[in-house]
């Protein structure tokens, strides 16, 4: 007598081709279009830079990778938002090295700077440079400390906003420098920049890219690189170390970030698709013409950035006497 065959059984072939269609479904990326989160106004050098790679993505990805801007509070904003969503790689971070220095002085987040988020590559690496008004009676760096000596907190200095680079950048000069500044927050490179050229304040210490086009256009006076010895991204500027303010340095750092928990595979392959763009003539042309050099990097080169990176800027904070915001 032939035994019922249980119910189940019918259903078995079906319910294993409906697994095998979802594990294919979530092993395909990106699945639909991508996002780029960029925590600042539009205009600095990370939205220039999550710009430049998001068109090349989409050309490799066959997906549209769009830059959302969502500035505010020195970046934690657009930071919070991308822990937030989904890690599932379809959610994208930009960010600078203003990160970790702004959470290295941040007394309250809402987050864990250093474990809600992950880096997933390491986009590009430059000096700063140091930029006045043209008002102000200085043609050299040693002559700016000379100015600043004279007339102690009279100088102002801008910056993307309290705790970021360009804030860490003016503290550590002007104590590296022996001057007393006055350090004026805005809420994004671009506005600090602007501010600079109108003449609001009289030094910024920024990306080129964030102060090159003023310069170039005679609104703005460069004197000096932040590496320890002239740079040829910059090419023509003294050192600030070698020309006034001995030892002092600051080098900048751009990369991508997802929310914590995107899957390791999804990391490499994010990873991977931005070194290959980053190898190119055509990004190499694109960031140096920026004053910036490719920094491409694997994931487990990258893994401990932001501890690391944290760890640091609470020293430096202490050193350039940058409170607890």
């Known amino acids: 007598m032939k035994r019922p065959q249980p119910r189940y059984a019918v259903f078995l072939p079906l319910a294993c081709a409906v697994i095998t269609m979802d594990a294919a479904a979530q092993g395909a990326y990106p699945s639909r279009n991508v996002q780029v989160i960029v925590p600042y106004t539009a205009g600095g050098s990370i939205d220039l830079y999550s710009r430049a790679l998001s068109q090349r993505l989409a050309k490799a990805w066959g997906r549209n990778v769009v830059v959302d801007n969502r500035p505010g509070a020195s970046g934690m904003i657009g930071t919070e ?36 988020i992950v880096p997933v590559a390491t986009l590009a690496k430059a000096p700063m440079l140091l930029a006045i008004h043209p008002s102000v009676p200085a043609k050299s760096v040693k002559e700016l400390v000379a100015l600043a000596k004279k007339n102690p907190g009279k100088l102002n200095y801008g910056s993307s906003g309290a705790g970021g680079n360009n804030h860490f950048s003016g503290g550590l000069f002007a104590t590296a420098a022996g001057v007393k500044m006055i350090h004026i927050p805005y809420k994004g490179i671009s506005m600090a920049v602007t501010a600079l050229a109108s003449g609001e304040v009289e030094i910024v210490i920024a990306s080129a890219a964030a102060l090159m086009p003023q310069v170039k256009a005679g609104r703005l006076r460069a004197l000096g690189v932040t590496s320890l010895e002239p740079s040829p991204l910059i090419p023509g500027l003294p050192a600030i170390a070698q020309s006034g303010v001995p030892g002092y340095s600051y080098e900048l750092w751009w990369g991508i970030f997802a929310p914590a928990g995107m899957p390791a595979d999804r990391v490499n392959l994010v990873n991977a698709a931005v070194n290959k763009i980053l190898a190119t003539d055509d990004m190499k042309k694109f960031l140096s013409a920026e004053g910036a050099a490719p920094w491409p990097q694997e994931p487990a080169q990258i893994a401990d950035l932001l501890p690391r990176e944290i760890a640091r800027y609470k020293k430096a904070a202490q050193v350039a006497g940058i409170p607890p915001q």
């Open 81 to 116: 938002i991308a822990a937030k969503a989904d890690p599932d790689g379809h959610v994208l971070l930009g960010h600078t090295s203003s990160y970790p220095a702004t959470a290295a002085v941040r007394a309250k987040l809402s987050f864990d700077p250093a474990k809600a």
